[in-house]
Structures are given as C-alpha cells and as structure tokens.
C-alpha cells in the first residue's frame, strides 16, 4: 500500500523534502554543525588548567590553596601583580622569612600597603593576629581598603587618603573598624576597630601613580563601644553646650582623660580642641544632630581626635544628642585605648 503526500499527492517512499520543516535544520556540507556545548566545556575546561597553574604559582600553603575559589584566586593574582608593580623582585630588601616573621612579631598590629586608588598590594601575614582572619580570608572580603572596612566611615577615609595623596609624606591617621572572623565576633561582641596611621611615599623615581603607595601600621584600640554600653563608664566623660558647641558644663573626669580642669573648658568652643583634620567629620555630626527635633535623639557616633591639655591627641568615641527643649547638646566621649 502506497501513502501519499496529503500536500502534493506524491508517494511519502519518493520524496520527502515537502513536508514542512520542524525544530533544527540538518547539517548541510557547507554549513557543518558546532556543538556549543562541547565548546564551552572545552574553553572551560581550558581555563581550569590555567588558574590550576596561576595557584601553584601562589607563595601560600598547600592547604590554603585547597580552599581558593576561582575568584579568590583571581584576587590574589591580581594581589601580586599590584605589589611586583610597586616592588620589582630587584628592589625587594634582602630580607629572610624568618627575619619577617620575627619582625613582624614585634610589630604592635599589622602593616598594610594601598595602591594609589586605594587597592590592596600588601597585607603582613600577622593581621590575623589582630582581626582573626588570614590574609588570603581578608582578601575573600575585595581587593580595596574600602571592602575590609565594617565600619560607616569610608567617606572619611576617602578623605583622609585623598589629602595624604595630595601631600606625599604628611602622615594621616583614622579609626575605623575592620571585618573580622565569625569567632573573633562571638568573643569579643563585634569587629576590631583599628587605628591606621601611614602616607603616600614615592617607591621610584619618576613619581607617579604606578610608583606612589600608601604605607601604613595598622594598631588595634578598644572595641568602638555601643552608646548603651554601660561596662566600661571609667573611660567616658561627658559634657553639655549650647548649640554652637560652647561647653556649659563638664563632669569632672575630664582631667583624667584630657588633663583639663572643669573650668578650663566651660565658655570654650568644642571645635578648638578638634584635630584639624577632624573638623568636617564632627561638623557633619553637628549638623546631623541640629537637623534632629525630637528630644534626646541622637546623631551617629563619631570617632574624633581631641588635644590634651599636655599638647596629645586623645582618640575619642563621640555620641551626641538634643536635650529636653533642643537648646542644648549633650556630647558623650568614650577614650579609645
């Protein structure tokens, strides 16, 4: 029994080109057909023996290279070839790793060196000493200062390494808190807050943005307090003033912390003890605290440099607040150790 075409009544056994086309064409000779997926393996698979061989290639243990992730990898890469830009293999001091090791264990916290953007080049194998973390786990965090920061406070760090980069070798100093680890968290009640001091030094000559680094020692404080914290009131003083920031009144441990007598201060301005280079961070959180209307709230923390009456700066934790009826501001300043 022959079947016929229902569309041009030609026997199905004779030709079967009018039927209509469904799903994929056939494979013509001049057109062959590529498997996609046989080739994206094929580029992956590729790519998988190179980041194979850059992370051999990496100066860390075997069991640290266990656990990189691809991208980890890629960050860490991208980690040498920062610092090889900025020290040459050539220039590298002749310096053992067990002269490293011991130096740096003499170290009060842990050296950190920034690209002229802000990128990560070098973080000393002892910061996990300080936040719980390695530094191949610091780095899981980004490859710029501003990812290992937990802290509210990038914009004043921005700052703080902008005016450095703009005098090379003025030395600039800021407290922020850093990420840590989930166990260093669950000890201590929260990150490491850490006091950064450093600047912008030319690596080679001609100076220029590829050879100009930030170099810094990074030294932890007291843990930056919650403003209900009630556990630590021998390192607090407190003080009122009129909107302006005129101090009204101040208890009497201020002479501990900054060596001042009670009357010394009263009818002096607030802003002239302020470190010069803190101004605009407290005048923000003196607008902040102006621009609030309900009684006894409160403006963000700040962590500010106050001068001692001994010529010192103290490294203070400011809370602020409205007093009943808004005519007054009441500072809270906790002394970060």
Known sequence: MTIFCSHCHRPLQAEMSCLPRRGKQAPSASKPFRSTKSASKARRDQINVELQALRSLLPISAREKERLSYLHTMALVCLRLRGAQLFPPDS???????????????????????????????????????LGLSMVELLAQGDTVFDILAGRTHEDVRKKLLLAQEQ???????????RTSKAFRLQHGGNQAVAVRGRFMALRWPASPSTTAFLALCTPVARLPADSDAGSQDDLFQSTHILDMMFTDVTESVTYHLGYRREELIGQSWYSLLHPEDADLAAAQHRAVGELLGAGAAAETAVLRLLRRDWTWAW??????????GHSITCTSRCLR
């Open 92 to 130: 590298a001091p002749p310096v053992g790793p067990a002269l490293g090791t011991e130096l740096l264990s003499l170290l009060p916290g842990f050296l950190l060196v920034l690209s002229a953007n802000g990128k990560l080049v070098y973080i000393s194998e002892n910061v996990d000493q300080v």
């Open 168 to 178: 090379p070798g003025r030395e600039v100093m800021f407290v922020s808190e850093m």
């Open 316 to 325: 203070l934790s400011v809370s602020a607040r409205r007093d009943c009826g």
